[in-house]
């Protein structure tokens, strides 16, 4: 292993995000450190069979793509609110608990106790949905080719996707894979070849609302008040290194509130989405603000993407202190597409207008994960009235 120090300025708002797209530039990068307080530098842990002047190059111009192509704007809090200070539990001591497996990169499961608070979370979000009149759904937790190119996901976060294939209808490949596997000693000596199976035409779902909008292919909802559909599940990233603790998963479950109408009626629901789930997260005793925000990039499509996504207020999250290397982490998302979707589904409102979409996406293992560092490691030791709230038994 060696290290490669890369003078560059990067920008402060640049600086996590660069700090952590860097790894999906090559796979010799095992490790990535941004001076945050300068940006005047990158330094990257770089496997000894990497060839540096190559590497610097690809960083480089990565970086200065990023930059380029990006505008600088001052991300603004719009509420903030106190709660305890500091943590109860580090992320080693949540890491250590007999209630979390680790069960291969970025997958976790979780025993009977974390099971049930993190069900209570998610009840927490199903009466979210009552109080606005949500309708549920039950989606896939894969999706082809086709949707999420009609989603324009495939351009603008390819790094992040997953994708799924099977054998082909052959009796000879599948028998001449489950020998194999039969003479294998290590599973490494069970990867597929890809002559016997079928070309990739389907991805895991990265986020729950895009089958939401092919369920409206073509259709229509009330212009007057919003159509709203909420769905949970299983969603799948692919963090790359990033994925070193519970914060940052492969496979992990998000819960969506997602709306369809006027663009008033849609804006009108994100506004209450914010102040309710801000509160509802206080309640919990859990401190945070929601800020302006984009989605992080790589390629440089989406860089444009998300600063427009900034300039336009289209983002904000809600970050909750975290012991990481940011200081807090976001737990939920409050999203504005316009007629993004709407105009690649055909969504229209009854009076003939292209539809606006949003959605409130709350990652649940985050909040999780929030409740264990500030309140302990074992839910039984939660606040009372975090306890009754989550209607967890005494
Ligand atoms: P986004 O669609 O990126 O706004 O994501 C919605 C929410 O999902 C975020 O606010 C996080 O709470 C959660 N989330 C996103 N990526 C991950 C991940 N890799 N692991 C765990 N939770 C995640
Ligand atoms: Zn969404």
């Not at 509802?280 to 600063?307: A, H, I, Q, W």
Request: aromatic residues 8%.
């Amino acid at each position: 292993m060696k290290t490669l120090r890369i003078e560059v300025e990067i920008p402060e708002d640049l600086r996590r995000d660069v700090e952590q797209g860097v790894y999906y530039c090559s796979g010799s990068i095992v490790a990535s450190r941004v001076d945050r307080e300068r940006g005047s530098s990158i330094e990257i842990d770089v496997l000894d069979e990497a060839d540096p002047a190559s590497l610097e190059q690809t960083v480089r111009s990565w970086i200065e793509q990023t930059i380029r192509s990006s505008l600088r704007y001052e991300a603004t809090t719009v509420r903030e609110w106190g709660g305890h200070d500091g943590f109860v539990a580090t992320t080693e001591e949540v890491l250590g608990s007999p209630e979390i497996h680790g069960l291969g990169e970025g997958l976790v499961a979780y025993g009977p106790k974390l099971t049930r608070a993190l069900r209570a979370i998610r009840g927490l979000c199903e009466s979210l949905s009552e109080g606005v009149g949500a309708d549920p759904f039950t989606l896939p937790a894969v999706a082809t080719l086709e949707h999420m190119h009609r989603c324009d996901y495939l351009r603008q976060f390819p790094q992040l996707l997953s994708f799924v294939t099977h054998f082909r209808e052959d009796f000879g490949a599948i028998d001449a894979y489950s020998l194999q596997c039969r003479n294998a000693q290590v599973a490494d000596e069970c990867v597929p070849s890809t002559d016997g199976t079928r070309p990739v035409k389907r991805v895991l779902r990265p986020a729950i609302c895009y089958h939401v909008y092919a369920c409206f292919d073509g259709g229509t909802v009330p212009g007057k008040r919003p159509f709203i559909a909420c769905a949970h599940g299983d969603c799948f990233r692919y963090e790359s290194r990033n994925t070193t603790s519970l914060d940052r998963l492969f496979d992990f479950r998000m819960y969506e509130i997602v709306a369809m109408g006027s663009e008033a009626g849609v804006r009108d629901l994100r506004e209450r989405m914010i102040e309710e789930v801000s509160g509802l997260l206080e309640r919990l005793g859990l401190p945070g603000r929601v800020k302006s925000s984009n989605d992080p990039f790589f390629v440089s499509g989406s860089v444009m993407m998300s600063t427009f996504q900034r300039a336009q207020d289209l983002k904000y999250e809600l970050e909750v202190p975290f012991p990481n290397r940011e200081g807090h982490l976001a737990v939920a998302s409050f999203n504005l597409h316009q007629d993004f979707f709407a105009s690649r589904f055909a969504i229209r409102t009854d009076d003939g207008a292209v539809a606006h979409t949003g959605c409130t996406a709350f990652g649940l293992d985050r909040i999780l994960a929030a409740m264990l560092v500030h309140h302990g490691a074992d839910p039984d030791g939660w606040p009372a009235s975090s306890r009754e709230m989550l209607r967890l038994p005494d």
